[in-house]
């Protein structure tokens, strides 16, 4: 028998964009923080110069196509070990309504004059504003998240780091469509990422990245922030057809507060 039942949408009444009403709050949080606000309250950070056009906020329902497109371009997701391939549009919607959670908990610790640490960074997708149009072009993501791996902290604790700062370990990733590719975008956005949210408001100390061995762009990239290559880590990943096929050497390499 086929069923008729027609899947539930989990972004069924969700707004396309978090924003925050209170001006005051606003300024509150401005203050304390290097977060800025649109005309319409959705919070971003902004990139330096000469990258001002460029900006990172929280995911918009109105990005989930987008978010498709990236995670299933075969030049994109080939030098990744992840998401699984195709990413299923159920994958990206049920990503957001956690995301979309996240960053509401994470406000109402602001509204309660708690700054430090922040629990996540809702700030990962990279975005293109047009000077002519005013436009906004997604432009990747640059992803902030906790470990979840079964690998255990690889450098040791400083008994002089502030109390707040955790000690758990942190992954981050970034994936930018390929036209972004080779700019110097990449490099601006994660130095946003983690020298503005990450290492300041979340308390990383540690902060893992992994890559294959045949990207060496995103080798060099990892390099330039200070991590390090840990050898223990190495190993290799037999690569889906899907995909392309093949089998791939697996790098990581770890950042710690020093």
């Not at 406000?107 to 000077?131: H, I, S, T």
């Not at 502030?162 to 992954?171: A, C, I, K, S």
């Not at 990383?204 to 880590?233: H, Q, Y």
């Amino acid at each position: 028998m086929t069923s008729t039942t027609t899947p539930t949408d989990p972004l069924a009444g969700m707004v396309d964009k978090f924003t925050v009403d209170s001006a005051e709050l606003r300024k509150e949080i401005s203050t304390h923080t290097p977060i800025r606000f649109t005309d319409v309250g959705e919070p971003y950070l902004p990139l330096p110069a000469p990258f001002e056009r460029f900006f990172l906020s929280p995911e918009r329902v109105s990005d989930i196509p987008d978010d498709q497109a990236l995670m299933n371009d075969i030049r994109v997701v080939r030098t990744i070990a992840g998401p699984p391939f195709p990413l299923p549009l159920i994958a990206s919607q049920r990503w957001l309504v956690r995301e979309r959670a996240e960053i509401i908990k994470l406000f109402e610790q602001f509204a309660k004059g708690v700054f430090r640490p922040a629990a996540c960074n809702p700030f990962f997708v990279l975005r293109e504003r047009q000077a002519d149009t005013g436009k906004e072009i997604y432009v990747g993501q640059v992803t902030v998240g906790f470990d979840e791996g079964p690998e255990k902290r690889r450098t040791p604790i400083n008994s002089a780091w502030e109390e707040w700062r955790n000690h758990r370990v942190w992954q981050i990733g970034a994936a930018l469509r390929p036209e972004y590719h080779r700019q110097g975008i990449a490099t601006a956005a994660v130095g946003v990422a983690m020298n503005e949210w990450a290492i300041p408001q979340m308390g990383c100390t540690e902060i893992k990245a992994e890559c294959f061995a045949s990207n060496t762009g995103s080798m060099k990239l990892w390099v330039k922030f200070g991590f390090v290559e840990d050898p223990e880590l190495r190993g290799e990943m037999t690569i889906p057809e899907a995909k392309g096929g093949g089998v791939e050497q697996e790098r990581a390499f770890i950042w710690n507060l020093k």
